[in-house]
C-alpha cells in the first residue's frame, strides 16, 4: 500500500483529506507543521506528500524545495489557499508535481491525487490577464528566488527576524541581508512598502 503524509496546520482539512486518501487505497498519516513533516518524511519515506503552504509561521515552499530535493522519488501535491497564478509555476519550478487550491470543488481534488497515484502531474490551467501593474509585480515576483519569497511571506504574516531565522535555520543577519535584498528587488523603500506588496499581490 502506498504511503501519503498530509501537511497541513487545520485538523478539519487534515481529516477530510485523510478520508479522500484512505478511498484511493493510500495508508495516511498526517502532521500539521514543517518540522514533524521533515521527521516523518526522514522516517516513513512516502510516495505522496499534500502540503499547504501556510502553516503556523512556517512556509511549505522552504519545505517543498528541501522534500524535491532530498527525496526526488516522492510526489509533492500542494494544497492551498493561495493563489495559483501567484504559485503554481513557482512551485512547479521547486519540483512540485500537483497544484490544487482550496477553493476547487472537491472532484479536482480527488481528480489530482488519483492522477498522480497514477505517476501523472496535475495542475491547472490558468488563462488570466494581467494589467500593467500586475505584469510588472508579477515579473519582480519571478525574479526572486525561493528563500527570499519565503522570507517576504513570513515578514508579511508578522514573523520577526529572529523567529524567520529559527523557522528557516539561519542567522539574524542572513535574514536581514535577505530583507534588504528583498527591498532592493521590488524597488521599495521599508518592510511597510513590503507587507503591502505582499498583500496586494495575494502572497
Same mark, same amino acid.
Given at each position: 500500500?502506498k504511503?501519503v503524509?498530509?501537511v497541513?496546520?487545520?485538523? @478539519?482539512i487534515?481529516?477530510?483529506?485523510?478520508?479522500?486518501c484512505?478511498?484511493?487505497g493510500f495508508?495516511?498519516?498526517?502532521?500539521?507543521?514543517?518540522?514533524?513533516?521533515?521527521t516523518?518524511?526522514k522516517?516513513d +519515506?512516502?510516495?505522496?506528500?499534500?502540503?499547504?503552504l @501556510?502553516?503556523?509561521?512556517?512556509d511549505?515552499?522552504?519545505?517543498? @524545495?528541501?522534500?524535491?530535493g532530498?527525496?526526488?522519488?516522492?510526489?509533492?501535491?500542494v494544497?492551498?489557499?493561495?493563489d495559483?497564478?501567484?504559485f503554481?509555476?513557482?512551485?512547479?519550478?521547486?519540483?512540485a508535481?500537483?497544484?490544487?487550491?482550496?477553493?476547487?470543488?472537491?472532484?479536482?481534488?480527488?481528480?489530482?491525487?488519483?492522477a498522480?497515484?497514477?505517476?501523472?502531474s496535475?495542475?491547472?490551467?490558468m488563462? +488570466?490577464?494581467?494589467?500593467?501593474?500586475?505584469?510588472s509585480e508579477?515579473?519582480?515576483?519571478?525574479?526572486?528566488?525561493?528563500r527570499e519569497?519565503?522570507?517576504l511571506?513570513?515578514?508579511?504574516?508578522?514573523?520577526?527576524?529572529?523567529d524567520? !531565522?529559527? !523557522?528557516?535555520?539561519? /542567522?539574524p543577519?542572513t535574514?536581514?541581508?535577505?530583507?534588504?535584498?528583498?527591498?532592493?528587488?521590488l524597488?521599495?523603500?521599508?518592510l511597510?512598502?513590503? /507587507?503591502?506588496?505582499?498583500?496586494r499581490?495575494?502572497?
Open positions: 500500500m504511503k503524509l498530509i497541513d496546520d487545520h485538523p @478539519v487534515r481529516g477530510a483529506l485523510r478520508l479522500v484512505q478511498n484511493e495508508a495516511v498519516t498526517d502532521v500539521s507543521g514543517a518540522t514533524e513533516a521533515r516523518r518524511i522516517d +519515506v512516502p510516495e505522496l506528500v499534500i502540503l499547504d @501556510v502553516m503556523n509561521g512556517f511549505g515552499l522552504d519545505l517543498l @524545495v528541501w522534500i524535491t532530498q527525496y526526488p522519488g516522492c510526489a509533492v501535491l494544497f492551498t489557499s493561495q495559483a497564478q501567484h503554481c509555476n513557482r512551485c512547479i519550478s521547486a519540483g508535481r500537483g497544484f490544487v487550491t482550496k477553493k476547487s470543488d472537491l472532484k479536482e481534488l480527488i481528480k489530482a491525487i488519483h498522480m497515484k497514477s505517476g501523472y496535475y495542475f491547472p490551467q488563462p +488570466v490577464r494581467l494589467d500593467f501593474q500586475q505584469q508579477q515579473q519582480a515576483l519571478e525574479r526572486l528566488s525561493t519569497l519565503s522570507i511571506r513570513m515578514l508579511e504574516m508578522g514573523m520577526r527576524g529572529k524567520i !531565522a529559527e !523557522a528557516l535555520f539561519l /542567522s543577519k535574514v536581514s541581508t535577505y530583507k534588504t535584498r528583498l527591498l532592493e528587488k524597488g521599495l523603500n521599508s511597510v512598502g513590503l /507587507s503591502e506588496f505582499a498583500k499581490n495575494q502572497l
